[in-house]
């Protein structure tokens, strides 16, 4: 599942190239998503108007076009957003590469069946919205709407904005007894804080993922604040993690998956003490932790 690195490299890739274009067509090709695509909503809202900033919120991409509309996007589990160029080549993996494939420039594939919607641009651009498994949404709504909308409005602090810090967490985690992993990746407290990236961020701050949230002195909260920050801003930088198919605005492949430390490494030495990194499961998802690191 993309995460909020990869929904920000894929951010990053596209604002360059879209802001300042303008949206021409709306064609949405196959509507069954987590929610109905409306492609009249989308039509009226966007078609005709100029992009004037592409944002993300949590794991959400936001696209503001003028006259104060936005177009909200969603991956999901599964989905990739790319833009392809004008004349038919596409700096993409198109709809009909390999599973798994690494990245790269392809040519255009005709449209596919998990190819939801398609956003022409005034350029001859296309934004490519494919998500196989079609957990992803793709909504329009007021830009000055967006922090009451209901996908919207629970949602916790940004962990790369100047709000997040230590105190935050202790202050959240107040009257709370459950393990440290899954208050991480409580979007109601911090967003975008997957399960790929709570290992990583409770590895490099050396915090047990089954210690209770009673039980962090404020050093500790402080230390796994700027741990949660740094894995996050260093998988930024590496292009996010490419597990199965995930791909940025440009159809290019991250790399951060050669780095982790402890993520799906169960059994293999830890980096930093040669101790077997072990595997647990919590709500559901794998965690990966060194038992001779973590405490």
């Known amino acids: 599942m993309p995460e909020l690195p990869e929904v920000e490299v894929v951010r990053r890739t596209l604002a360059p190239r879209m802001v300042g274009d303008r949206v021409a067509r709306i064609e949405a090709r196959a509507p069954a998503l987590r929610e109905p695509l409306d492609a009249a909503a989308l039509a009226g809202d966007l078609e005709g108007r100029r992009i004037e900033a592409v944002r993300r919120r949590a794991k959400y991409l936001l696209f503001d076009v003028k006259g104060g509309r936005t177009l909200a996007l969603h991956l999901g589990m ?8 004008a004349g038919g080549a596409a700096d993409e993996l198109a709809e009909g590469a390999a599973d798994g494939a ?3 420039a392809a040519a255009e594939a005709a449209p596919g069946k998990h190819e939801h919607l398609v956003i022409h ?7 490519r919205f494919v998500d196989p498994r079609r957990f992803g949404l793709a909504f329009s709504l007021p830009t000055a709407a967006i922090g009451a909308d209901p996908h919207f409005a629970h949602l916790g602090v940004e962990p790369l904005s100047d709000a997040f810090d230590g105190a935050l967490l202790k202050a959240a985690a107040r009257g709370r007894r ?11 407290v911090v967003v975008g804080v997957g399960n790929i990236y709570a ?6 701050a050396g915090v047990h993922p089954r210690r209770s949230v009673a039980r962090i002195a404020p050093a500790r909260w402080r230390r796994l604040a700027a741990a949660v920050r740094e894995t996050l801003e260093r998988a930024i930088v590496q292009g996010g993690s490419s597990i199965s198919d995930f791909v940025d605005g440009e159809g290019r492949a991250g790399y951060f998956q050669v780095t982790f430390a402890v993520y799906d490494r169960e059994g293999l030495p830890c980096p930093r003490c040669a101790t077997p990194v072990r595997r647990l499961v919590q709500a559901g998802r794998s965690t990966f932790y060194c038992p001779g690191c973590q405490t």
């Not at 599964?78 to 160029?85: F, N, V, W």
């Open 78 to 85: 599964s989905g990739r957003l790319t833009l392809a160029e």
């Open 102 to 104: 690494a990245g790269g």
């Open 121 to 127: 641009l005034a350029s001859g651009r296309r934004l």
């Open 178 to 188: 459950g393990p440290v992993k899954p208050f991480l990746m409580d979007a109601k």
């Open 199 to 204: 290992s990583e961020a409770l590895f490099a």
